[in-house]
């Protein structure tokens, strides 16, 4: 059950929503990435006939778009609402739509899954029933990515306190493209499981799910969300990933659930973890990785080619980590490696949209206990492993990288 507030302020946002709705979509020149800003440019009617669609459209509670979330009806008349733009995001080009829901449910009456879920219902499904049409013969987004707020009541200390609560949902085009073809709640169910679901950076099922249904993330790399879900770095088009997007058998996320939990409470100030998507093991080669989402920042001194970027993503910010991180599989650590899978952004950019290229570090535990143990050099250990800067495999000579911004192959 939800508990909500009407008022007269609530009225009038209401009834100036269809000619806000151009007011919606941030502008081509305030996105710095070129391919993204070309995106944006080339894809601006379809944008505006998004929000043109959603803005006859009823939401049981007040809903606006917002660049900022968690903010109270009244601050949001006061902010940016132009939230949708194209974005990146673990190596994909998605969609991005960030907004206030300003419905209150009650903690006692609703489950956690119960609250994402009518936030879904409610919000997320007719976004995405507006958007998906429009965008359906076009080449971009790979994916789609909503971020909205709600609000959940709970009594402490025998007093109502009313508190934010954030939804992601991650959605592949395809599967996107399903639930709009689907014909019942199984086949919506089915295609919405095909993504990845967040409640505050916790993962989640808009329904309770039974163990063998947790969804395997298709999307290979976005970008880092602090609270709207700012992306990493890709090509317009990603290329497919080469790891597998088959599960991995008998995968160990039990047995290492509390010594991740530990490793991100202890090193996120140095490790920058991404938000709403916490380490887990992927399937790769046949192997079991431990993949560990992470934001690089540069000073804005620092730009130059993909492999220049890459390079010192991984002397200035991977490679501080690695020693961090192995101390925490000291005695155990019997899957087969780590990816550092690091959204790479340029720091003191003028938006949001700053980030430069998704790298990732995809390293056989062998070559990290060497590389920690002195063994290795920083270029050995990269000779070891697999490096993929937006999806692609590339070479990667670190001193020649950074001093002319190029990696042989």
Same mark, same amino acid.
């Given at each position: 059950?939800?508990?909500? @507030? ?15 709705? =151009? $007011? ?5 020149? #305030? ?19 998004? =929000?043109? +669609? ?41 969609? /991005?739509? =960030? ?11 609703? =489950? ?24 359906? &013969?076009?080449? $971009? ?6 971020? %909205? ?5 709970? /009594? ?5 306190? #009313? ?24 086949? &919506?169910?089915? +295609? ?50 080469? @790891?597998?997007?088959?599960? %991995? ?12 939990? &530990? ?27 431990? #993949? ?20 010192? +993503? ?23 490696? %780590? ?71």
């Amino acid at each position: 059950m939800r508990i909500n @507030r009407p008022s007269l302020f609530s009225a009038i946002l209401a009834s100036a929503f269809v000619w806000q709705a =151009t $007011a919606q979509v941030l502008a081509p020149a #305030e996105i710095t990435d070129p391919e993204m800003r070309a995106l944006q440019e080339s894809h601006l009617d379809d944008l505006h006939a998004i =929000t043109t +669609a959603l803005g006859g459209h009823h939401y049981p509670y007040h809903f606006s778009f917002s660049r900022k979330l968690d903010l109270t009806e009244r601050d949001q008349e006061r902010n940016d609402r132009r939230s949708i733009q194209f974005d990146r995001f673990q190596g994909k080009v998605v969609l /991005k739509i =960030t907004g206030n829901y300003f419905a209150a449910y009650s903690a006692e009456r609703m =489950t956690k899954e119960e609250r994402a879920g009518r936030t879904w219902q409610d919000v997320m499904l007719p976004i995405l029933q507006a958007a998906v049409p429009v965008l359906e &013969r076009a080449q $971009a987004p790979d994916a789609f990515a909503l971020e %909205i707020s709600h609000h959940v009541i709970r /009594k402490v200390m025998g007093v109502d306190t #009313e508190s934010p609560e954030n939804v992601v949902l991650i959605l592949p085009k395809a599967s996107a493209q399903r639930l709009m073809d689907a014909r019942d709640e199984a086949g &919506r169910k089915a +295609a919405v499981l095909e993504g990845a679901a967040y409640l505050n950076g916790v993962p989640i099922s808009f329904w309770p799910a039974a163990p063998h249904e947790v969804p395997t993330v298709q999307v290979s790399s976005l970008k880092s969300v602090t609270a709207p879900i700012n992306t990493p770095a890709a090509p317009a088009v990603a290329p497919a990933s080469p @790891r597998s997007a088959v599960p %991995i058998s008998k995968p160990p996320e039990a047995e290492y659930h509390d010594t991740i939990a &530990r490793m991100v409470k202890d090193l996120d100030s140095q490790a920058h973890f991404v938000p709403y998507a916490p380490p887990s093991f992927m399937a790769f080669r046949g192997g079991q990785y431990l #993949e560990i989402p992470i934001t690089t920042s540069l000073p804005v001194s620092d730009p130059g080619s993909q492999y220049k970027l890459a390079a010192l +993503a991984f002397d200035l910010h991977v490679a501080h980590l690695i020693r961090a991180v192995i101390a925490y599989f000291k005695d155990t650590g019997d899957f087969t490696g %780590i990816n550092f899978s690091t959204s790479v952004r340029l720091a003191g950019a003028r938006t949001e949209s700053e980030i430069s290229q998704a790298v990732e570090f995809i390293l056989p535990m062998s070559a990290l206990r060497s590389y920690v143990d002195f063994d290795l050099t920083g270029q050995q250990l990269i000779n070891a492993g697999i490096v993929l800067i937006n999806g692609e495999r590339v070479g990667l000579d670190l001193q020649t990288a950074e001093a002319y911004g190029r990696s042989p192959e």
